[in-house]
């Protein structure tokens, strides 16, 4: 936010104002500096830095409104024997002053005459232009009041065409509270904007040599990887199962994403350490949405690649779920990715990451949302280490599950990628739809 700063010298204040200037530094700020005209005693050099809005007190309201006569030429103003410089003095020839008393009260009289006859025309003619070849422009210098700060130039609306710095329409637009959350990726804190109250989620990402850009369309730019992904998810429709991004803004060093919060929430990860061995009930409930999340990042063109109970949000009273943490995601692709750029957590890691060369986004994330759903009803992860997973055999620990629930786990946690099932099928296996039939 620009700062208005004013720099007044007490060596320099005197008691009549004669010119104020306004900069813009570099920065953004505004500094306003106040010079001031003296009392008669400063050298001619010194009333000679006011310039000519100036008037001293040797100058008569006759002298400074009536204009020159014609043939006659402004000279310099010359020192009085008192020390003082006559300012906007006029004289058509150096000459004695004694004799030419009389005349120059006679011409004075006549300019005043002058003067009064324009501003009768201009009273008679208001739309005409009053202005002569002989007249002369006063100009009243601006005083500014004491409390008077500069307006801020107004604040451009978020452009998302390309990387630009922004930070001080983040700083007009949003407050920033607590922190909530931190972590490799940078910190995120709770917000509010300005202009409504309403809370948002602030998160700020570090600028480092490790930041992943990635081209999308509409955009001539790269994007930092979570913003192009998310802008790729509010295009329409809308799933109410993904975090909505609001804004974004780059400084310097860092990205801050401006994302919606939903409130009362908790990461999933959480609710289930609270909850240890969730009724099957709610284990669907939440199975159905992180499933239609994952599949609707995939029908906007978006692999994931980071699906785990921590990178889910759930909304307290309602059990309504979002997927958040869009930094270690993919564009989709149907040719798969090479196995050593799986970014994921090592718990949700498929076995074909560690034996194969490729993997592909739709069977990785159905191995990973059967890891989210053993842990729910379990209270336990299903593998504890590398070997484990590449051996993929599942022991239950909760021996009250039932039949279908232990079956769509089963089938989601097969070794081989290509006998999983789909997102499509697994919404319609049976266990999801208990519910709905």
Request: aromatic letters at 8%; hydrophobic letters at 35%.
């Amino acid at each position: 936010m620009s700062t208005t700063s004013l720099s007044l010298s007490e060596d320099n204040v005197k008691r009549r104002f004669c010119r104020e200037s306004l900069s813009l530094s570099s920065r953004g700020s505004y500094s306003i500096c106040w010079r001031w005209s003296g009392d008669g005693s400063e050298s001619p050099n010194e009333q000679g830095s006011c310039g000519n809005h100036c008037l001293s007190r040797s100058d008569s309201l006759e002298e400074w409104m009536s204009p020159p006569l014609p043939g006659q030429v402004p000279v310099e103003p010359t020192e009085t024997s008192n020390g003082r410089t006559a300012q906007g003095a006029m004289e058509s020839s150096p000459v004695n002053k004694n004799s030419t008393e009389k005349p120059t009260e006679w011409r004075k009289r006549k300019r005043f005459r002058s003067f009064l006859k324009m501003l009768w025309k201009a009273m008679k003619s208001p739309f005409s232009c009053c202005c002569h070849s002989s007249a002369v422009d006063v100009v009243e210098p601006f005083v500014p009041p004491p409390d008077l700060e500069p307006s801020p130039d107004p604040e451009p609306s978020p452009d998302h065409s390309g990387v630009k710095t922004n930070n001080e329409s983040f700083e007009s637009l949003f407050n920033v509270g607590e922190m909530i959350g931190s972590g490799g990726f940078g910190r995120v804190y709770e917000g509010t904007r300005k202009f409504d109250g309403k809370k948002v989620a602030i998160k700020r990402i570090r600028k480092t040599a490790n930041n992943r850009y990635l081209d999308i369309p509409g955009h001539p730019e790269p994007l930092v990887t979570e913003v192009a992904l998310l802008l790729m998810m509010r295009q329409e429709p809308i799933s109410p199962y993904i975090i909505q991004l609001y804004n974004w803004f780059e400084h310097p060093r860092k990205f801050t994403l401006v994302m919606e919060y939903p409130e009362p929430c908790e990461s999933l990860l959480d609710f289930i350490i609270r909850h240890p061995q969730l009724d099957e009930t709610t284990a669907q409930v939440i199975m159905r949405q992180a499933v239609l999340a994952v599949q609707h990042c995939i029908e906007h063109g978006v692999f994931h690649n980071d699906v785990h109970a921590q990178n889910f949000l759930l909304k307290k009273n309602t059990l309504e779920l979002k997927l958040i943490d869009f930094g270690c995601g993919q564009l989709f692709s149907s040719d798969g990715y090479e196995s050593n750029i799986y970014l994921g957590l090592l718990d949700y890691c498929p076995p074909e990451v560690f034996a194969e060369p490729r993997f592909h986004a739709v069977a990785a994330n159905v191995w990973a949302l059967g890891v989210l759903l053993y842990e729910m009803v379990n209270a336990c992860s299903p593998f504890w280490d590398r070997m484990e997973i590449k051996q993929a055999k599942v022991t239950f620990q909760n021996t009250n599950l039932s039949k279908e629930c232990s079956d769509l786990i089963s089938q989601c946690l097969t070794r081989d990628p290509t006998k999983r099932p789909t997102l499509e099928q697994i919404l319609q296996h049976q266990w999801i739809r208990n519910d709905l039939d």
